[in-house]
């Protein structure tokens, strides 16, 4: 299970494409309007992309960000923060004050990349499909296997997190209790793996593209969207903080059975 927020494509310049997409163009004019109205803000670029999700693939915004900052109309910095990389934060023009903020989102921001928090994150997301999916008839079958039933995956390294069998049909779950969805890449070979070992690709995920849902459709599985980012017991405070801060869908879950009774924050 990867547990992996901070991909280095967030601090890549973004080539724009030869010809100009109106979704991203969309996507500007709605993000200009956004920093007009938050003109005393400052946010980072992935907070952004998870902000704006509902409206526009991740990839969209992005290059709808690098647009902008490269036609001048934000304000944009990439800082270097400590013991995690690099961080792009991007505020109104008029914004004399955003270093000051950038700072106290940089904290928030090192506290949830610590390599201990990660894997607590990891942990819960499995914790909490482990006591689930049994509610609802699966019983597991393996854990982190890449060979199955006299089958077995070589190409890479990969495996799946979990094998649950229900009403005869074996699945293959991966679980991504993070922020980011899935790569293009690892999401394939996932399913692949899938295919080798005669299992249905199930996805258990914060959120994913309408693209990898139907897809998935294609290939017999589905996904599981939680729209939430759950954080492990004991961190109630950290997770309001960030939820009110950051304006993240994070949360503790009070039981599998509402794992999704709450909806996402709204943009402002």
């Not at 992309?49 to 969209?60: A, K």
């Not at 934000?74 to 995690?84: A, F, M, N, Q």
């Not at 960030?242 to 009774?261: E, G, I």
């Amino acid at each position: 299970m990867d547990f992996d927020d901070w991909p280095d494509a967030d601090y890549e310049e973004t080539p724009h494409p030869r010809t100009p997409d109106p979704k991203v163009q969309e996507a500007s004019a709605r993000l200009l309007q956004f920093f007009e109205n938050e003109r005393e803000e400052v946010f980072y670029e992935m907070q952004l992309e998870v902000l704006f999700e509902s409206e526009y693939f991740d990839w969209i915004t992005t290059k709808a960000l690098a647009q902008l900052r490269d036609s001048g109309r934000i304000g944009t910095s990439l800082e270097d923060l400590p013991d995690v990389g690099k961080i792009r934060f991007y505020f109104h023009r008029g914004n004399r004050y955003w270093k000051r903020k950038a700072g106290e989102i940089g904290k928030l921001v090192r506290t949830f990349s610590q390599p201990n928090f990660k894997s607590a994150l990891g942990n819960q997301g499995e914790l909490l499909v482990d006591a689930g999916l049994p509610r609802v008839g699966f019983v597991e079958q393996a854990r982190n296997v890449n060979q199955f039933n006299g089958l077995q995956w070589t190409e890479t390294a990969h495996d799946r997190d979990r094998i649950f069998q229900k009403d005869g049909i074996n699945y293959g779950v991966e679980i991504k209790n993070r922020l980011s969805y899935i790569s293009q890449e690892e999401f394939q070979v996932k399913i692949r793996i899938c295919a080798t070992l005669g299992i249905r690709p199930v996805f258990i995920v914060r959120m994913m593209p309408k693209s990898y849902t139907f897809e998935l459709f294609t290939k017999g599985g589905f996904a599981l969207i939680m729209k939430h980012q759950f954080y492990p017991l004991g961190q109630e405070a950290f997770a309001l903080q960030v939820r009110t801060r950051l304006r993240l869908p994070c949360r503790l879950p009070a039981a599998p059975h509402r794992w999704n009774s709450e909806p996402s924050p709204p943009i402002p």
